[in-house]
């Protein structure tokens, strides 16, 4: 094998996950037969008295003790081999943030542009920067044998390459609230050509590269995965008909009553625990690295629900 050529994380992870089960199946199938031929050689009808006077085999308990311990070692080589591949980033690696607030994923690039789905050019290594905006999740993505912890606080990043185009699922892999199960996204690899359009802001998918559309921020930030629009009841309070509305809010654990305006709806979103709408839990992530652009957009948005 050439040296220099790229080692995939799924080359690095495959063959030891084959060589483990390969080998576990061998003494699963080994151990049964064992048993199975003891169990009807050894019957008490065959065998009703001992006929051995052995008490013990030196060379037997050597190999017995020998053998697994050269297997778990093995073992232990070959996963280490593949996990020091899976934390060594290629260089010229393309750098993605992945942002991961309850109960969404947000992606931004160097350029500034956001989506709320990865997208990858096909063939190039891809580093993803893990930041948590509230609870420990988890950066899933079964395609590509990755799964690291996203932790508030901690650096930590994968790295992984789309061989081919197409849609691979990313998943949340730790329970990081009630609407868990929704923090699903995707992988959109692209061609280089059609992924440096998207980037560019051209044809592709993905979301406005102005990020200024009130209901694409409230999308891509999870709003309208604990907000619904249309008075269902959610996580949250209803975005319909929110503005001009009457709310009792505890504020520092007292209740007062409050007219939802523009004001009140800013303070929300940049501190959701100053005045928690009365019958929900304070479970709200605080939005501070919103500009104040999208902030304006997103009450633009929420001002108009009917």
């Known amino acids: 094998m050439d040296p220099t050529r790229l080692i995939t994380t799924t080359e690095a992870i495959d063959p030891v996950f084959m060589f483990i089960f390969g080998a576990c199946l061998v003494l699963l199938l080994?151990?049964?037969?064992?048993?199975?031929?003891?169990?009807?050689?050894y019957h008490r009808?065959?065998?009703?008295?001992?006929?051995?006077?052995?008490?013990?085999?030196?060379?037997?308990?050597?190999?017995w003790t020998a053998f697994p311990t050269l297997l778990v070692m093995a073992m232990f080589w070959y996963g280490w081999a593949g996990y020091l591949k899976l934390r060594d980033i290629p260089k010229g690696a393309m750098e993605v943030t992945a942002t991961a607030r309850m109960w969404t994923w947000s992606f931004s690039y160097a350029n500034g542009r956001t989506s709320p789905k990865l997208y990858v050019p096909v063939g190039m290594p891809v580093k993803v920067k893990l930041v948590s905006q509230d609870v420990i999740h988890g950066f899933f993505l079964?395609?590509?044998?990755?799964?690291?912890?996203?932790?508030?606080?901690?650096?930590?990043?994968?790295?992984?390459?789309?061989?081919?185009?197409?849609?691979?699922?990313?998943?949340?892999?730790?329970?990081?609230?009630?609407?868990h199960s929704a923090m699903i996204s995707t992988?959109?690899?692209?061609?280089e050509a059609?992924?440096?359009?998207?980037?560019?802001g051209g044809a592709g998918g993905g979301t406005a590269a102005a990020g200024l559309d009130g209901k694409k921020l409230a999308q891509e930030k999870g709003c309208l995965g604990c907000h619904s629009l249309d008075g269902s009841p959610g996580v949250g309070p209803s975005f319909k008909g929110i503005m001009g509305r009457s709310e009792v809010v505890l504020t520092k654990g007292v209740e007062r009553s409050i007219t939802v305006d523009k004001e009140y709806l800013r303070r929300s979103i940049l501190?959701?625990?100053?005045?928690?709408?009365?019958?929900?839990?304070p479970i709200m992530p605080a939005f501070g690295d919103l500009k104040k652009e999208e902030l304006e957009a997103l009450v633009e948005f929420l001002g108009v629900q009917k």
Request: proline share 7%.
């Open 142 to 179: 079964p395609a590509f044998r990755v799964k690291r912890d996203v932790v508030p606080g901690m650096d930590n990043f994968a790295w992984f390459v789309a061989d081919k185009a197409g849609t691979y699922d990313l998943f949340c892999s730790q329970y990081c609230g009630t609407n």
């Open 271 to 281: 501190e959701p625990q100053a005045d928690v709408v009365k019958g929900f839990q």
């Open 45 to 63: 009808s065959r065998a009703p008295q001992p006929t051995s006077t052995s008490d013990g085999n030196l060379w037997l308990e050597i190999v």
């Open 30 to 41: 080994g151990i049964t037969t064992a048993m199975i031929y003891f169990v009807v050689r």
């Open 187 to 191: 992988v959109e690899a692209l061609p």
């Open 194 to 200: 059609e992924f440096a359009a998207w980037l560019g």
